[in-house]
Nanobody, 126 residues
Framework: QVQLVESGGGLVQIGDSVKLSCAVT????????MGWFRQAPGKEREFLAG?????????YFADSVPGRFVAWRDVPTNTVYLEITSLKREDTAVYYC??????????????????WGPGTQVTVSS
């Protein structure tokens, strides 16, 4: 059965970097389009970045996402990553990885993804 589990979150300082991992079991990670989302307190879940089936680096991002965000897929370890640099307070959120098995192109909506991890909390403070 397909499972996704995020890790790497925690309490971090403004200006630091954080690297989040999403371990995928039950299916090869490169058979899905993988996505990263976040949900900040009081806000809806927000799409961040997507990695298409045949690419190992994120090929598309939300318009609001700057170059501080990088996402990629590591096929040998069946793991997807999200790294955020120059962390800001507004980056505080629960971060989720998700998998889309539909074969659709460039999914951005939460409803387009079929499997979700439980999330990992990133809290940015001074």
């Amino acid at each position: 059965q397909v499972q996704l589990v995020e890790s790497g979150g925690g309490l971090v300082q403004i200006g630091d970097s954080v690297k989040l991992s999403c371990a995928v079991t039950g299916r090869a990670v490169n058979t899905y389009t993988m996505g990263w989302f976040r949900q900040a307190p009081g806000k809806e879940r927000e799409f961040l970045a997507g990695v298409n089936t045949w690419h190992n680096r994120a090929g598309y991002f939300a318009d609001s996402v700057p170059g501080r965000f990088v996402a990629w897929r590591d096929v040998p370890t069946n793991t997807v990553y999200l790294e955020i640099t120059s962390l800001k307070r507004e980056d505080t959120a629960v971060y989720y990885c998700a998998a889309d098995e539909s074969g659709g192109s460039q999914p951005r909506r939460g409803g387009d993804f079929d499997y979700w991890g439980p999330g990992t909390q990133v809290t940015v403070s001074s």
